[in-house]
């Protein structure tokens, strides 16, 4: 069965300074990988997806992911936040033969 | 303008009643889900479909229903047996390669 952990359920960041989110997987067949931003009382966005091939993904709005399998992790990263990054951040692993599982997600601040 | 499209975007009801939730889409995908979404607890699976007229119960079923007449619609009714029903609601169809969710925009219910 697949599993996904965030392992920080809260960040906070001061604005201007690089973050990290970290997320873990567990599988025993390939994945595909994703992470989602959601703002505040609306729907999950798509910030970047896995699929194949190079390990580091760019995403939208400055993100990038880099794929580790050896250490099943797909952790997101900005160089350089802005307040407008303030919202909850959730990875997701799915084998596309199974439905897709969610962590229970990060909470990032961002400190003026 | 495509998508998955969510109606209302806020819903009061007293207790007792039952109420449906709507959720179109127009972006041919198969599969569809509705997630529940509540404070701290991440995002859980109530029912998926991944053909018409079929459809599976999630993690946390007990209390609601669904139908998929059609391959653009899966609407939630949230039943009087559902406990607790406060919660932001979330519905999404799955690309068929990738199983990559598209979201709406929600639906919060409050119970008065």
């Known amino acids: 069965a697949q599993s996904v952990t965030q392992l920080d359920s809260q960040v906070p960041v001061f604005e201007e300074a690089p973050v990290e989110l970290r997320c873990n997987y567990s599988s025993s067949v390939s994945v595909y990988l994703f992470w989602y931003v959601q703002y505040p009382n609306q729907g999950l966005q798509l910030l970047l997806k896995y699929l194949s091939g190079s390990t580091l993904v760019k995403g939208i709005n400055g993100f990038e992911a880099e794929f580790n399998k050896s250490q099943t992790s797909f952790h997101l990263r900005k160089p350089s936040v802005h307040i407008s990054d303030t919202a909850e951040y959730f990875c997701a692993v799915t084998n596309r033969d199974d439905k897709i599982i969610f962590g229970k997600g990060t909470r990032l601040h961002i400190l003026p | 303008d495509g998508g998955i499209t969510q109606s209302p975007k806020y819903l009061f009801r007293k207790e007792g009643q039952n109420v449906t939730l709507s959720c179109e889409q127009n972006?041919?995908?198969?599969?569809m889900y509705w997630y529940r979404q509540d404070p701290g607890q991440g995002l859980r699976l109530i029912y998926y479909s991944q053909i018409v007229n079929d459809f599976q119960k999630g993690d946390i079923a007990e209390g609601y229903s669904v139908s998929r007449e059609k391959k653009e619609s899966f609407p939630l009714t949230v039943t009087s047996a559902q406990k607790n029903p406060t919660a932001f609601y979330l519905c999404?169809?799955?690309?068929?390669?990738?199983?990559?969710?598209?979201f709406g925009e929600g639906s919060r219910l409050t119970v008065l």
């Open positions: 972006l041919n995908h198969d599969a």
């Open positions: 999404a169809g799955a690309a068929a390669n990738t199983g990559e969710l598209f």
